[in-house]
């Protein structure tokens, strides 16, 4: 088959019930082609990739000779009064594995369905703006692993400083979807919270988490939505 036509699933997403600032500065992900194209091509990728705008205008700065991260406050849309809580408002952390220097960014949003099979894929966003370092693309299932969004920059030359970049009510986020999707936002249920605690910083504790899945699986309601 050139063309799987799919039905549209239903996916929504909320933020962290954790997170301490309003959740409201978290744009609504929105369809990335819109345009009425008769190619079926661009037909099959409209309902499946969607753009995420920045929400702050920040830049990070990642020195790997002094292992020191620095914000600059980029725009007028943002405010002065974060300080140190920026790394709270957006979590940046560094992370080294085989001599392989990464910034590890977690987002506050979550996405649920009770489609089996749909999976997420992370891209980088069209104005997200990266020296000396490239974006890390990743993939997971959103069905039966709930969790906060998290993508990885990876530094290109250690011996020199990186930043990325991004703004407001511009794209700093692509999400790529394998099937059709209608996104929605929905305030998180307590069933919702629960499967995100099953696999929340399960990363820390423990390598090769496949061995986890059908635990995870397993105690997934038929119906979280």
Known sequence: MLFNRYKKSKVVYAIDRNYSFPKSIFSEPYLYNQNTYGCPAVQIANN???AVN???DIKWI???VTDSMDTEFTGSNTASGLGDDVYNFINVTKQEINGIITLQCMIPYTFFTDTEGIELSLLPGTDLQMNNCTFISGSFNIYSWNRTLNFAIEVTDKN???SFEWSVDKPFMLLYFNKPVDVEYKLMTDEMWAMCEEVKNITKLRNNTTKI??????RRPKKLL
């Open 48 to 50: 499946r990739l969607y």
């Open 62 to 64: 990642y020195n790997p």
């Open 213 to 218: 899945y059908n635990t995870v699986l397993k």
């Open 160 to 162: 020199k400083q990186a």
């Open 54 to 56: 920045g929400p702050l």
